[in-house]
């Protein structure tokens, strides 16, 4: 079979697998579809075009957005190097993304030259959480170094397989506050939706990775969807709705609308917000029609998910600038991370950066202690100091709360370093950002 011919038989058993794909989803609406990368790779056994990426397809399936994106000159190289027959409109697709996506160790030793840890840690399938990252996450990561801080958060090591004393693979207690499945109703007036167990990327250091890249769990269906509404709608404290998982944005736009849509018709539910690291790992999803979609479920807030300065390309740039424009709310939420962010220079040039695309640094977290963590976790004292490093010493809206989420559900602790420094005569004594003392004539002190 000559090679055009193969990829004319490639492209109709595609079809096929799509069309299959589109009569599950008409014949049960109640199941929330695969992500395509998996369902159209087990539809296809037919030979691939890539010589690097012999199991991978390099068609698109949908239609793509052809005014998205402006590929990034890394990214371009990447992409010339390692998907030769991709299109500008493969890459802007977030279905070939995902398609594409890199799952087994022997893939991604095609564009890395992994450490013997690395694979060691890959070769063996023991650890909590399976590889996935996109070709665009890919294109950011350093070939030659395993410490490069992008590549620490998606490339497994063998510490992952290390439990240090005081790991749980539920330390915040989630599982313990659910009262139904996908839903933990922690405060009073507020839950969280975990829609989706599926990402396009996984983070090493996730703190639900008990839940995420399962093959078994990674789908709630409708029917769960639709007892987690009916808690919401019985429950008539709830004003905030936080939808999360997995990552709810690789979600296809059906089922986005199904779910906005039903909490929109909730006369208490006040507003949702949605967790989501996709404009950093696959902003190409970040399609007009999406942003049109949200767009009509404002008031609708975005809480993203960046860790490092050298996320934010002029793809995440551009992802970003359509959801702010299109006045949806965004505010960044970064673990802090040993090795990856735990300095003052990388978090002020971080913030400084969100704060460039429109995105307010709204949380820095201390690493949960999941299983297999302790490679991540820095002491709280680190934490400490870099608010210190940032507080007076740049735009007040340049920094983020810092927080502890308490282990077993006590919730977000706030720490701050001790600028209050007591009393003395009636005063308050209170430090600057410049360790000088002031004295405060508080109310208390000054009253007769
Ligand atoms: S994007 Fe969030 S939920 Fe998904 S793996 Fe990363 S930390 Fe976990």
């Known amino acids: 079979m000559n090679y055009n011919r193969m990829r004319v038989v490639e492209a109709m058993k595609l079809k096929k697998a799509i069309q299959a794909i589109a009569l599950k989803e008409a014949e049960n609406p109640g199941e929330e579809a695969e992500p395509p990368s998996s369902a159209l790779l087990e539809e296809s056994n037919a030979p691939a075009p890539s010589l690097l990426f012999p199991e991978l397809i390099q068609f698109p399936n949908s239609k793509p957005d052809r005014t998205f994106l402006k590929i990034g000159a890394r990214s371009l ?43 060691r840690a890959m070769a063996d399938e023991s650890g909590n959480l399976p590889l996935r990252l996109t070709p665009y996450y ?17 490339v497994p090591v063998t510490a992952e397989h290390l ?35 599926f990402c396009s990327t996984y983070c090493r250091y996730c703190t639900r ?14 029917d769960q969807w639709d007892r987690a509404l009916s ?52 902003p190409q999803r970040i399609t007009h029609a999406l942003v049109n979609l949200l767009k009509r479920f404002r008031p609708l ?18 992802a970003c600038e359509r959801l702010a424009d299109a006045g949806i709310p965004l505010g960044s939420q970064t673990v802090l991370l040993k090795g990856i962010n735990d300095s003052v220079p ?36 680190k934490g400490l100091e870099i608010i210190e490093g940032l ?43 410049q360790k000088k003392t002031f004295r405060y004539p508080d109310a208390e002190g000054t009253q007769p």
């Open 391 to 433: 507080r007076g010493h740049t735009s007040g809206y340049a920094v983020p709360h810092y927080v502890v989420d308490a282990p077993g559900g006590g919730g977000k602790i706030p720490l701050l370093p001790d600028y209050y420094q007591g009393r003395a005569d009636g005063d308050v004594l209170l430090r600057n950002y």
């Open 77 to 119: 190289q990447f992409q010339r190097k390692f998907f030769p027959l991709a299109t500008t409109a493969d890459w802007n697709s977030w279905e070939w993304q995902l398609r594409n996506s890199i799952t087994r160790w022997q893939a991604l030793q095609k564009v890395l030259q992994l450490s013997d840890d690395e694979v």
């Open 346 to 381: 990388v978090m002020k040039k971080l913030m400084h950066e969100l704060l460039k695309i429109r995105v307010r640094p709204y949380y820095l977290y201390q690493c949960d202690p999941i299983l297999g963590s302790s490679h991540f976790r820095t002491p709280v004292e």
């Open 231 to 282: 808690y919401i709608e019985m429950n008539p404290d709830i004003r905030d709705v936080l939808l999360s998982g997995g990552d709810p944005l690789t979600l296809p736009d059906s089922s986005l609308e199904y779910l906005l849509s039903r909490l929109s018709r909730i006369p208490h539910v006040e507003f949702v917000r949605i967790g989501s690291k996709v404009p950093v790992v696959l």
């Open 301 to 318: 807030w975005l809480s993203l998910h960046f860790t490092h300065p050298d996320e934010i390309t002029p793809e995440t740039a551009q």
């Open 138 to 154: 890919a294109s950011l990561l350093d070939a030659n170094d395993p410490l490069q801080p992008l590549r620490r958060c998606v």
């Open 163 to 197: 439990i240090s004393c005081g790991e749980a693979a539920d330390p915040l207690g989630e599982d313990t506050h659910s009262r139904v499945p996908g839903l933990v109703h922690r405060y009073p007036d507020r839950v969280l939706f975990l829609v989706t167990g």
């Open 209 to 222: 990775s008990r839940l995420v890249g399962d093959q078994n769990k990674r789908h709630l269906n409708r």
